[in-house]
């Protein structure tokens, strides 16, 4: 048997705690599989006494993540501490320079500093793999960056916040609002109590720069990617999509167009009939379309300390077998530079949402409107409010009516600027709401 | 630059035409991702001459497998002829002795020879890799190799014929008979003309033996694998099926029992809201229930000549970057021998529907005999089959009519011994219809 791989853990929180359960119930599996032992021989987290439910006594214990990353008792340092900065940063970087292979499931850190981290791997020749970092437990950065490496991507799009689609789907199943439905989330412990880094659309932006950052070679720039969360998702918008044959999912897309890669998060009306469309609750999903394989789909859990931990022993195996790849599948000062999308160019069809005043040639303006942006509308669903039972028998003439518009094929800017007069024409209550359609197969 | 990972390619057809393709339209893509170039310098096919449509004139013509095969001008065996025994079985071992990688798209190679030519691989301290011998472009073979190696799976399943799983899918939504769609299969080139293989789960069982002895270490054994074909559905069973919550699909199942692994392949109920019961048309999908990931799905094209290139292409950049597996993930000598599953002890639900005599005390009869056996049942449908126009108005008391149940979980040797008792008793017309009930989340 040749020597064992042993391991440095920094954070011992859910996913910590699962790796190390990991490591002592399939030992002897794992020693079969990776061709010798794995084993953690070292850990460091912020509470030495806590209970994680593991046996830590033939661990050795360091108090501080930069010491454990340079301890010659280690080869590769397992980052689970979690932050885009400050300690998480410090003892990757240390680790790498110490000449340590680093698993971290961190992707607030790789979004921040992925390009320059995959570069110091490369100049100290060792291996930085995150495959925790995006969907959790779904192998697609293994996907991405090895069985897919002899075709060129199209498109990457996912689900890649459980969190959002834990909310879109309750809102849509039981009709529910936004806030409702963020309220028993965050009680039944899907978000985080500032839950703005889900519900704003942050975190699939930084999942998603890292699946770009391999599927396209491009350089990690989290901030230049549009960014666009749920909030303004209403149970109205909901019914519309369905009736209109689409469900809303906040999907992270990637795509080759003819002047670069554009990254986006959004909102998204899908085609019922599309896999993606049926991921419901906090699972997650990514596609990929790329030239030989054709489409391939991925679904499991995004999150979880076991689903998670499954993810990081995948990245140590491998270092454990030997295989040594570059961060991003390539070699890290191959990656080329990332400018942000034009989003105003932006090409596909259109959701329009618009309150309008019940008035005499309100609709005539907004199809004016939208006619002299050559915007062509696929389909048109007004549907006049129940009056209510306390409500006068004859509404407000004045009151706003739902008018729901999907548009053909047209540019971002001919939209906004449609919109922008519509609004400017004063037959409309509310701002327009305007969601993207993904074209899928 | 490294030197270039030198490939030699026996057969050039659909598949062999695409990685040609694959190799010449991304060599410097390819070059990038796996640190060195990777080229086909010789090639061995049945007729020199026929076009291709890719340019042969760089590299080396073989006349013969083997010659190829042991050839010092190539570091990489591709074998992409077919067949279980033949030039395919020959050329392989040749090249294994010869101390060449071999990449193989063969699962019937694999299927009866799987074990042996491991074993021969791992004597020779060469990898034998063949990501695309199941599912097609779904890298379902890496995922269970290495994604999942810090787990115990505790069940495999999945659609991996796509001729079942296109005539499954026809007959459920025109409500056409089985020979109908074979026919319609097979004049678009989705079905052979000698559909057994394909039809009656074979192909489906040879896939399964390959996901089986990645996913528990078990030997490939494909001759034990229980296997029943498509060719008893009837659009009864499947308008049936769709009234009870259910579709029909050809699954290959490999799960873990408390008397060991058991592998079937067999028309299976699926749960309408199951990922794998969305799956339609030719897309295979697989999924692997495991203790620390939970669930995946991955699904895609399961057969087409550049989907199956992209997956040997995936083999073909891990040997390029050196990344040596073990065959079936772990070495050749810890495989478990497979023994048969006893399919009598199979536990499950099942799907009944007989061809009753509509007389007094038949349905009884059978109720009896369900009890006796200490089966319970879920459903019963029993629906009078509407008169024809031309038909007598009061049908003949003796004439047939069908009737559907759902059994709770019970064993197959239950439902068998049920069934027998139920035919002896003389009140039905045809054997019964029994199709097993698969528990997914």
């Given at each position: 048997?040749?020597?064992?791989?042993r391991?440095?853990?920094?954070?011992?929180?859910?996913?910590?705690?699962?790796?190390?359960?990991l490591?002592?119930?399939?030992?002897?599996?794992l020693?079969?599989?990776?061709?010798?032992?794995?084993?953690?021989?070292?850990?460091?987290?912020?509470?030495?006494?806590?209970?994680r439910?593991?046996?830590?006594?033939?661990?050795?214990?360091?108090?501080?993540?930069?010491?454990?990353?340079?301890?010659?008792?280690?080869?590769?340092?397992?980052?689970?501490?979690?932050?885009?900065?400050?300690?998480?940063?410090?003892?990757?970087?240390?680790?790498?320079?110490?000449?340590k292979?680093?698993?971290?499931?961190?992707?607030?850190?790789?979004?921040?500093?992925g390009?320059?981290?995959?570069?110091?791997a490369?100049?100290?020749?060792?291996?930085?793999?995150?495959?925790?970092?995006?969907?959790?437990?779904?192998?697609?950065?293994?996907?991405?960056?090895?069985?897919?490496?002899?075709?060129?991507?199209?498109?990457?799009?996912?689900?890649?916040?459980?969190?959002?689609?834990?909310?879109?789907?309750?809102?849509e199943?039981?009709?529910?609002?936004?806030?409702?439905?963020?309220?028993?989330?965050?009680?039944?412990?899907?978000?985080?109590?500032?839950?703005?880094?889900?519900?704003?659309?942050?975190?699939?932006?930084?999942?998603?720069?890292?699946?770009?950052?391999?599927?396209?070679?491009?350089?990690?720039?989290?901030?230049?990617?549009?960014?666009?969360?749920?909030?303004?998702?209403?149970?109205?918008?909901?019914?519309?999509?369905d009736?209109?044959?689409?469900?809303?999912?906040?999907?992270?897309?990637?795509?080759?167009?003819?002047?670069?890669i554009?990254?986006?998060?959004?909102p998204?009306?899908?085609?019922?009939?599309?896999?993606?469309?049926?991921?419901?609750?906090?699972?997650?999903?990514?596609?990929v379309?790329?030239?030989?394989?054709?489409?391939?789909?991925l679904?499991?859990?995004?999150?979880?300390?076991?689903?998670?931990?499954?993810?990081?022993?995948?990245d140590?195996?491998?270092?454990?077998?030997?295989?040594?790849?570059?961060?991003?599948?390539?070699?890290?000062?191959?990656?080329?530079?990332?400018?942000?999308?034009?989003?105003?160019?932006?090409?596909?069809?259109?959701?329009?949402?618009?309150?309008?005043?019940?008035?005499?040639?309100a609709?005539?303006?907004?199809?004016?409107?939208?006619?002299?942006?050559?915007?062509?509308?696929?389909?048109?669903?007004?549907?006049?409010?129940?009056?209510?039972?306390?409500?006068?028998?004859?509404?407000?003439?004045?009151?706003?009516?739902?008018?729901?518009?999907?548009?053909?094929e047209?540019?971002?800017?001919?939209?906004?600027?449609?919109?922008d007069?519509?609004?400017?024409?004063?037959?409309?209550?509310?701002?327009?709401?305007?969601?993207?359609?993904?074209?899928?197969?």
């Amino acid at each position: 048997m040749n020597q064992a791989l042993r391991l440095g853990v920094a954070g011992l929180g859910t996913v910590g705690a699962s790796l190390l359960q990991l490591t002592q119930r399939h030992a002897d599996e794992l020693a079969l599989r990776c061709g010798r032992p794995v084993v953690v021989t070292a850990v460091t987290a912020r509470d030495r006494f806590r209970d994680r439910g593991v046996d830590l006594s033939a661990v050795a214990w360091y108090d501080d993540p930069i010491s454990l990353a340079q301890s010659p008792d280690i080869d590769v340092f397992v980052e689970l501490m979690g932050g885009a900065d400050g300690s998480a940063a410090d003892s990757v970087r240390a680790a790498l320079d110490a000449g340590k292979h680093v698993v971290t499931a961190n992707k607030a850190l790789l979004a921040k500093h992925g390009t320059e981290l995959a570069r110091r791997a490369e100049q100290n020749s060792v291996s930085l793999n995150f495959e925790a970092a995006a969907a959790g437990g779904i192998p697609i950065i293994k996907t991405l960056r090895e069985s897919l490496a002899g075709n060129r991507v199209g498109r990457v799009y996912g689900i890649l916040n459980g969190t959002c689609n834990y909310i879109l789907t309750r809102m849509e199943r039981e009709g529910i609002a936004f806030d409702v439905c963020l309220a028993e989330a965050q009680r039944l412990g899907y978000a985080e109590a500032d839950p703005t880094f889900d519900v704003d659309g942050f975190d699939t932006a930084h999942k998603l720069a890292l699946l770009t950052a391999i599927a396209f070679g491009t350089e990690i720039n989290a901030d230049a990617i549009y960014v666009e969360g749920i909030r303004s998702i209403s149970t109205a918008d909901i019914e519309a999509a369905d009736e209109l044959g689409y469900r809303i999912k906040l999907l992270g897309v990637a795509t080759r167009t003819e002047s670069g890669i554009e990254q986006r998060v959004h909102p998204t009306m899908v085609p019922k009939s599309s896999p993606i469309a049926r991921v419901d609750g906090v699972t997650n999903a990514v596609a990929v379309e790329a030239d030989f394989v054709g489409r391939l789909v991925l679904s499991g859990p995004g999150a979880g300390g076991d689903a998670t931990a499954s993810a990081v022993m995948s990245d140590i195996a491998d270092l454990a077998r030997g295989d040594v790849v570059g961060t991003f599948g390539r070699p890290a000062h191959t990656l080329k530079p990332y400018q942000q999308a034009v989003m105003r160019s932006h090409a596909g069809g259109y959701y329009i949402r618009l309150a309008v005043y019940d008035r005499p040639g309100a609709f005539a303006s907004i199809a004016k409107r939208m006619a002299e942006n050559n915007i062509s509308l696929e389909s048109i669903v007004q549907r006049r409010r129940a009056p209510k039972a306390d409500a006068p028998e004859h509404p407000q003439p004045q009151a706003p009516q739902p008018v729901m518009l999907i548009t053909y094929e047209t540019t971002e800017s001919q939209v906004k600027e449609a919109l922008d007069r519509i609004t400017a024409d004063g037959h409309i209550a509310e701002k327009p709401q305007m969601i993207r359609i993904e074209q899928l197969a």
